[in-house]
């Protein structure tokens, strides 16, 4: 599926309101990305850079680990880049927009992260290389994406239905693997584990709208979505399976 990155800005942007309400495992992934990070990082980084930064559930405990860097964080959605610069007033975090599809207005860092947001890359390899580009040599890269095993059981409701689920296409981890090859070495991966139960379909569908991930993909026809939802009142877990990795610029 080609990523319509209007829709996705337009879908982060509306979301941005709502989005720490609705982002559920994404709050426990960011903290437990933090302290992964926080173990793993050798370096005392002077410049960070932060792509993807959504409402700074990340950007503020990068921060508190680093509190004197300069610090660069990055969203495709003005609205969460609105968000952030309103919340996180009085700190030394700049924001801006940026696509990490396009090149990084930055190069030097230190340090460069990225959580729950490659997989909305249109090209992996592309986006892996602009930030090789933006880091120094021997710079670290962090990065968290969920694997395509994600939302398994909502794929099969849909399918049960003879109905595309309009989600994200989900990378596997050796897809991952193959494009950061070459750009990144000392390469350490783990694979973490996250369930959140909702009490049926459409109460798992609502929250994904409110905190943008849907992403504001169209395509299926409202009276199949809601031909779905009828017939899946039961509960609905929401699965996903994210695989945390650093690895060294060359």
Same mark, same amino acid.
């Given at each position: 599926?080609?990523?319509?990155?209007?829709?996705?800005?337009?879908?982060?942007?509306? $979301?941005?309101?709502?989005?720490d309400d609705?982002?559920?495992?994404?709050?426990? #992934?960011?903290?437990?990305? @933090?302290?992964?990070? @926080? &173990?793993?990082?050798?370096? #005392? *980084?002077?410049?960070?850079?932060?792509?993807?930064?959504?409402?700074?559930?990340?950007?503020?405990?990068?921060?508190?680990?680093?509190?004197? $860097?300069?610090?660069? @964080?990055?969203?495709?959605?003005?609205g969460m880049?609105?968000? #952030?610069?309103?919340?996180?007033?009085?700190?030394?975090?700049?924001?801006?927009?940026?696509?990490?599809?396009?090149?990084?207005?930055?190069?030097?860092?230190?340090?460069?992260?990225?959580?729950?947001?490659?997989?909305?890359?249109?090209?992996?390899?592309?986006?892996?290389?602009?930030?090789?580009?933006?880091?120094?040599?021997?710079?670290?890269?962090?990065?968290?994406? *969920?694997?395509?095993?994600?939302?398994?059981? =909502?794929?099969?409701?849909?399918? /049960?239905?003879? @109905? =595309?689920?309009?989600? *994200?296409?989900?990378?596997?981890?050796?897809?991952?693997?193959?494009?950061?090859?070459g750009l990144?070495?000392?390469?350490?991966?783990?694979?973490?584990?996250?369930? /959140?139960?909702?009490?049926?379909?459409?109460?798992?569908?609502?929250?994904?709208?409110?905190?943008?991930?849907?992403?504001?993909?169209?395509?299926?026809?409202?009276?199949?979505?809601?031909?779905?939802?009828?017939?899946?009142? /039961?509960? #609905?877990?929401?699965?996903?399976? =994210? &695989?945390?990795?650093?690895?060294?610029?060359?």
């Amino acid at each position: 599926m080609i990523i319509s990155k209007a829709n996705l800005e337009r879908s982060f942007s509306r $979301a941005a309101a709502t989005y720490d309400d609705a982002a559920l495992f994404q709050k426990q #992934c960011a903290e437990d990305f @933090a302290a992964w990070l @926080a &173990v793993r990082s050798a370096c #005392c *980084p002077h410049r960070i850079l932060e792509a993807g930064c959504g409402t700074g559930q990340l950007s503020l405990r990068l921060h508190r680990l680093f509190p004197t $860097a300069q610090f660069l @964080a990055t969203d495709l959605a003005p609205g969460m880049i609105r968000f #952030c610069t309103e919340h996180f007033a009085g700190t030394p975090i700049h924001f801006q927009v940026h696509d990490f599809d396009l090149p990084f207005p930055v190069s030097g860092i230190d340090l460069a992260v990225s959580a729950l947001s490659l997989q909305w890359s249109r090209n992996l390899r592309i986006a892996l290389e602009h930030f090789h580009l933006a880091l120094r040599p021997g710079g670290e890269f962090f990065a968290a994406i *969920p694997l395509e095993q994600s939302l398994a059981r =909502v794929r099969e409701l849909f399918h /049960e239905e003879n @109905a =595309v689920f309009r989600g *994200p296409d989900l990378p596997t981890l050796s897809q991952i693997e193959h494009a950061l090859n070459g750009l990144f070495h000392n390469l350490s991966m783990e694979t973490l584990r996250y369930t /959140e139960d909702y009490p049926d379909l459409h109460s798992l569908l609502r929250s994904m709208h409110r905190n943008g991930t849907s992403g504001g993909n169209t395509g299926t026809p409202v009276s199949v979505l809601k031909e779905v939802i009828r017939n899946h009142r /039961e509960p #609905c877990p929401a699965e996903y399976q =994210v &695989v945390f990795l650093k690895g060294l610029r060359t």
